[in-house]
């Protein structure tokens, strides 16, 4: 099973963010998948391994955006448990939602690759919901941090 976040038409680059659980699967509270991004043209990808409470995480921010995606004001972030993958989105207008990629791999300081794109904000409930069958059917939440909210819905 895949879920696939394409550009928009107006993106100034094209590509995708895609999460497989071809080569890996989910069970016992963990949750294991491929995550791939393409931007123009340059693929990359990194094996996501999480426990319980960051695939809940992971599920929060997805719906966070899928539920507020007329827009919100700053950044809404997410970052992998062991921080392979963090992804920061900007949805001012509730037009498109401009979404910043940051893939690491080991040694974490040494292997990085970033990317930008930008999907369609009325497409993010619909893929929320297919986030949620793909991480296994039940409700995320987000981590509550200290300090303030770096975002807020419009």
């Not at 976040?5 to 016992?28: C, N, V």
């Not at 990359?44 to 899928?66: K, N, Q, S, T």
Request: charged share 25%; aromatic share 12%.
């Amino acid at each position: 099973m895949e879920v696939i976040f394409r550009t928009a038409p107006s993106s100034p680059s094209f590509g995708f963010i895609r999460f497989s659980t071809k080569r890996m699967h989910h069970g016992a509270g963990d949750f294991k998948c491929l995550a791939t991004a393409d931007v123009d043209g340059q693929e990359h990808a990194v094996d996501l391994d999480m426990i319980g409470p960051y695939r809940d995480d992971m599920l929060g921010f997805f719906e966070d955006m899928g539920r507020y995606w007329r827009g919100w004001s700053g950044v809404m972030s997410w970052e992998s448990e062991f921080a392979e993958l963090s992804l920061a989105a900007r949805n001012p207008g509730g037009g498109d939602v401009a979404v910043d990629v940051l893939m690491r791999w080991p040694p974490i300081d040494e292997n990085t690759w970033s990317g930008s794109l930008s999907l369609r904000a009325h497409e993010l409930p619909r893929a929320a919901d297919a986030m949620r069958k793909l991480m296994g059917g039940e409700s995320g939440g987000r981590f509550l941090t200290p300090g303030p909210q770096t975002w807020q819905p419009l």
